[in-house]
């Protein structure tokens, strides 16, 4: 029940592992969460981000909770002591999260009261269009395409039957050298 102050401790994924017909107990305490918050803003103006869905994740594999930033932008949350991390789940407006958030671990401790996160600077986005072309010069009709930095893709569209592309969402500032079709 997320509304309780604790949260299990799944073990490890390597422990988990049997063999048919095997059987081995898996203790799963409940420790108690450290309550966190912070704020979704964007970064070019300051401006506070409303009806973002973050996701605060901590512990083991999906392990996290989720919430969703009020008319300041702010959020809060529930984790376990440790390594955590957040990633925009739904951004309303013309924003972005870039980079990897996945891999930028902020740690928690247990016994400190309210942990403050660092603020998710959000930027702005552009439309980005082109022309996909075969190698032999001719329009690729009904690909889809997306842009790539990165471990990122942005920018999803579909090409029409003159090869024409338009790929909303991709952040301002980033030029696309590489794109993802298929």
Do not use: C
């Amino acid at each position: 029940d997320d509304r309780l102050p604790v949260r299990p401790r799944l073990p490890d994924r390597s422990l988990s592992a049997l063999l048919e017909g095997e059987t081995v107990p898996i203790e799963i305490p409940l420790e108690m969460a450290v309550p966190v918050h912070g704020v979704v803003r964007a970064e070019d103006t300051g401006k506070p981000i409303a009806g973002a869905t973050v996701s605060v994740r901590h512990g083991v594999g999906r392990q996290g909770d989720q919430a969703v930033t009020d008319e300041q932008g702010r959020y809060r949350a529930h984790v376990l002591a440790g390594d955590v991390n957040m990633q925009l789940i739904h951004i309303p407006g013309d924003y972005v999260q870039t980079g990897e958030p996945w891999k930028k671990k902020h740690s928690v401790l247990a016994g400190v009261g309210e942990v403050e996160l660092p603020p998710i600077e959000l930027v702005p986005v552009t439309r980005v269009a082109g022309k996909l072309l075969d190698s032999a010069g001719k329009p690729m009709v009904g690909v889809r395409i997306n842009g790539l930095v990165g471990n990122r893709r942005y920018g999803f569209g579909q090409t029409d039957e003159r090869g024409m592309f338009s790929l909303p969402g991709v952040p301002e500032g980033i030029i696309l050298v590489r794109f993802g079709v298929w």
